[in-house]
């Protein structure tokens, strides 16, 4: 380790709440698909710091426009009107088909923000419904509600008691959905591609069941797309290629590319169920990060982003399909478009530091699957540099090394 690797350690030990288990590498700069740590070794980045740094790294559009903003006006509150929010709401009104948005910082808050407005649904219509349908291996936030709707015992257990009135069902088992929901539901709560999960898209007869349970009890579907939204999967969100139609969607990672923001964005039907007062947040939607994501928004329609997604994807796939016929410790590759797993038959957690040895960021995810969610911008040149290092780093832990 070298000096500065020794500080920074030293420092965060002594002053930052230990509850990030870090890989030994202090990341200084960037550059498009490029980080750079404090000895400048470079690092092709597969991960976007976990499916948020949309346009890579030191995007110069991005850059200019925060800047800009920076200089213009950062943070006004939600007591007065600014420019940009209703810009950025009917942006993504037109991506998303849901035509209101509220403006959030991270993914939980979104996931909060719609089951709040889940709930007050129902209390409107004067006949309040309390539970929630989950899915088992889903992740949807660490605060307590978006925790209460997240499977994995292991961040539940030490907070509990969570939200009493939540079931959860098998992934993908249409039946055991339709058994589950009543008309006690308010809402139905899925990723239509879980991530933390282990990059598993819901199939067609799940999401079909998903849409006759709705339409049979008259329960919401809240389909969480904070980390599947906003092109990476080669569509505006995946929802539309399952051919669903959520009434509450939750945003966010991508959507500033790296300065925080999120949303839950709404159906008219739910829209006018709410009420004055009803959700706040100070920073919401404030100018900076408004402006972050119009630019964002800008790329990913009219720089032709998401067109780009659709023609790197199939080549994403092609390679880790010729990775996964060379490496036996590969079992099985799932994805689409810019966001993929690779299920191993063992633990894939050595899996990241040979990659950091070869000069790859990738992440292991669901205990045995190595997550792959590039920057959007990414090449093909780019991918095939990436991916060999990642065969490398593959090879590197099956021969033991
Ligand atoms: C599907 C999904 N929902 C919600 C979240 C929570 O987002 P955040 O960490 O921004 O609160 C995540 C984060 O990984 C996620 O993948």
Known sequence: MTVVMDNVVARETRHVLQTYRRQPVTLVRGQGVRLYDADGREYYDLLSGIGVAALGHAHPALARAIADQAQTLIHTSNLFYHPLQGELAERLAALSGLPRAFFCNSGAEAVEACLKFARRYWFTKGEPRREFIALDESFHGRTFGALSVTSDEHYRGPFEPLLPSVKFVATNDPAALAAAVSTSTAAIIAEPVLGEGGIRPLTPAFAAAITAACAKTGALFIADEVQSGLGRTGHGFYF?????????????????????????????????????????????????????????????????????????????????KAIAAKHAIVKEIRGAGLMWGLELSRDAAPIVPAGLGHGVIVNRTAERVVRLLPPLVITETEIDEALGRLDAALGAVEAGE
């Open 240 to 320: 539309q290629a399952l051919g669903l139609a959520p009434h509450l969607v939750a945003v966010g990672k991508a959507l500033g590319s790296g300065v925080p923001i999120g949303a839950a964005l709404v159906s008219q039907q739910v829209a006018d169920a709410i009420s004055f007062g009803d959700h706040g947040s100070t920073y919401g939607g404030n100018l900076l990060a408004c402006r972050a994501a119009l630019c964002v928004m800008t790329e990913l329609v009219e720089g032709g982003l998401i067109g780009h997604i659709n023609r790197v994807g199939p080549h994403v796939e092609q390679r880790l």
